[in-house]
């Protein structure tokens, strides 16, 4: 981690399902490395805490509320952290040191924007136009 440049967050989304084919003991052994070395990056100030997400969950539209969404299993969201850094690259790269990548989850990273959201930038709800 650079000194001389300014941390930026980063959000860092838990995506998919554990692999079919490896065991509880496997997957367990991971989590608690995943929690152990959480745990030192946070102490370290590289990482904030995140939290794990439930299973159930609602989807609020303008015409209505229900169950959902529906995504495909390759999908699902499992948590969420933030990782404090100077480069996108950089938050990447600690966060391909999360040991529960071999057993078959990925890893989102995402720059937090400090702006304020507004109708005249561009953004991720900015419609692509033709």
């Known amino acids: 981690m650079s000194d001389n440049k300014p941390q930026l967050e980063y959000l860092v989304i838990s ?11 496997r ?7 995943f ?4 745990a030192t990056c946070v102490n370290q100030g590289r990482m904030k805490p995140g ?17 959902g969404p529906f995504t495909e299993s390759k ?5 969420y952290w933030f990782i404090l850094a100077s480069s996108l690259d950089e938050a ?12 078959g989850l990925n890893y989102e990273i995402r720059p937090i924007e400090l702006e ?15």
Not at 15 to 25: C, K, N
């Open 27 to 33: 997957i367990q052994q991971a989590i608690d490395e």
């Open 92 to 103: 990447a790269e600690l966060a391909a040191q999360n040991p529960c990548l071999a057993c």
């Open 51 to 67: 939290q794990r997400l439930a299973i159930d969950k609602k989807l609020v539209s303008r015409e209505m509320i229900t169950d």
């Open 116 to 130: 304020r959201a507004s109708a005249y930038a561009t953004t991720n709800e900015t419609p692509q136009r033709q």
């Open 75 to 79: 999908e699902v969201i499992g948590g």
């Open 15 to 25: 995506r998919g399902q554990w692999d079919a084919d490896i065991s509880a003991e």
């Open 35 to 38: 929690y152990a070395w959480h």
